[in-house]
């Protein structure tokens, strides 16, 4: 309420704040103000039934659709993946947790802004990727559920795919890994692609086997491929799915990382499953423990070495292949026992990386299954 005074420097305003508690007087000064006691006594007396009235509403409620704690935890987890906030703006688009450093223990910590938040830790996120990566695809997830369910640390779905992944998201809920039913285009936010199939998982990655360790466990018969340098994720997912088909166990990269991208699990439709990636202290390194192991090193030519249709592959080989642009490098096409050539029109001067060990696995499978 407002009063005003004149006086020889004009008009005064005076504005008069009523609190909470001096609310049920009158204000002393103008004697209007307070609560009629008789209203007081109504509001007494519907105060228990206003309260029975909600209570009892809430429990005609509890068993409908629409459930408060329902609506709660559906919103929730539909925000789940999607939410942006001031302190981690950079990172909401990363499927990777964000993970805070510890709360400020005193004033001195509060940062130059004010606030004493606990801050997003860039050090913890790129120690996690390090460790961790994304699958994606249909096939390629249900082939890893299937093999190793253990590396999985988080999964996404869109709904279609759910009925098709009942085991896996049992599997999920039993031991409390976190999982989201989210639509397409959180989906593509949480793969990295569009080409997700509706399905991501974020896995923990495996390490490559020490050339020791695969030898101490092969098989009479046994082929391994040998990549220097070859890098693309979709030419890496193509031969990882020639091997599996071929019975190809072993393949020796500079990189096991590699063979874990989404893109190269994705194109081997569940054929990453099925090999092991093999490293040594360098590719020489490594081709020379294979030699001195038994095995025969077979080296690749698209210009000269033994037409493929004439070779006789031995059961223990290492095959070679170099990279997608120029092929072998010079010291590693040296360390080759056995060269060979795979005969065409001439027209193109080589074939894709993965297209030629395809070829070159069914003949050895074809001489040696």
């Known amino acids: 309420m407002n009063d005003e005074f004149k006086g020889k420097s004009?008009?005064?305003?005076?504005m008069y704040v009523r609190d909470e508690d001096a609310g049920q007087k009158p204000n002393p000064r103008t004697?209007?103000?307070?609560?009629?006691?008789?209203?007081?006594?109504?509001?007494?007396?519907?105060?228990?039934r206003t309260a029975r009235n909600?209570?009892?509403?809430?429990?005609?409620?509890?068993?409908?659709?629409?459930?408060?704690?329902?609506?709660?935890r559906n919103s929730e987890r539909g925000r789940s993946f999607g939410r942006r906030d001031d302190d981690n703006r950079s990172f909401g688009d990363s499927p990777w947790r964000t993970v805070s450093r510890p709360p400020v223990a005193d004033d001195s910590q509060i940062d130059e802004t004010g606030s004493?938040?606990?801050?997003?830790?860039?050090e913890q996120i790129r120690r996690q990727r390090q460790e961790e990566t994304?699958?994606?695809?249909?096939?390629?997830?249900?082939?890893?559920?299937?093999?190793?369910?253990?590396?999985?640390?988080?999964?996404?779905?869109?709904?279609?795919?759910?009925?098709?992944f009942r085991e896996t998201l049992r599997w999920l809920a039993a031991n409390r890994k976190a999982y989201h039913v989210v639509d397409d285009a959180e989906l593509t936010k949480a793969s990295g692609t569009e080409h997700h199939g509706g399905v991501c998982f974020i896995i923990k990655k495996r390490m490559g086997m020490e050339v020791s360790e695969?030898?101490?466990?092969?098989?009479?018969?046994?082929?391994?491929?040998?990549?220097?340098?070859?890098?693309?994720?979709?030419?890496?997912?193509?031969?990882?799915?020639?091997?599996a088909h071929f019975g190809v166990k072993g393949l020796l990269v500079n990189d096991a990382s590699l063979l874990e991208s989404g893109a190269a699990v994705r194109t081997a439709e569940g054929g990453a499953e099925h090999v092991q990636a093999?490293?040594?202290?360098?590719?020489?390194?490594?081709?020379?423990?294979f030699r001195k192991a038994g095995y025969t090193i077979v080296t690749t030519s698209s210009h000269e070495g033994t037409p493929l249709a004439k070779a006789e592959l031995p059961a223990k080989m290492v095959l070679v292949l170099g990279q997608e642009r120029e092929g072998l490098s010079d010291s590693a096409f040296q360390q080759g026992d056995i060269s060979l050539s795979i005969g065409g029109t001439g027209n193109v001067e080589s074939l894709n990386v993965s297209v030629?060990?395809?070829?070159?696995?069914?003949?050895w499978w074809r001489q040696n299954a």
């Open 116 to 122: 004493n938040k606990p801050v997003i830790d860039p």
């Open 10 to 14: 004009g008009k005064v305003k005076v």
């Open 214 to 243: 695969w030898l101490k466990k092969a098989d009479t018969k046994d082929c391994v491929l040998a990549l220097e340098d070859v890098s693309n994720p979709h030419n890496l997912g193509g031969i990882m799915r020639s091997c």
């Open 134 to 164: 994304r699958v994606y695809g249909e096939n390629a997830c249900q082939a890893l559920f299937a093999s190793r369910p253990e590396s999985i640390v988080r999964a996404w779905f869109i709904q279609s795919v759910t009925p098709r």
């Open 356 to 363: 030629a060990t395809g070829i070159l696995l069914a003949e």
């Open 31 to 48: 004697g209007k103000g307070g609560r009629p006691a008789a209203r007081q006594e109504d509001n007494r007396r519907s105060g228990p």
């Open 278 to 289: 093999i490293s040594g202290e360098s590719f020489a390194s490594g081709l020379e423990a």
């Open 54 to 72: 909600n209570e009892e509403g809430g429990r005609s409620s509890a068993g409908g659709r629409g459930t408060p704690a329902r609506d709660a």
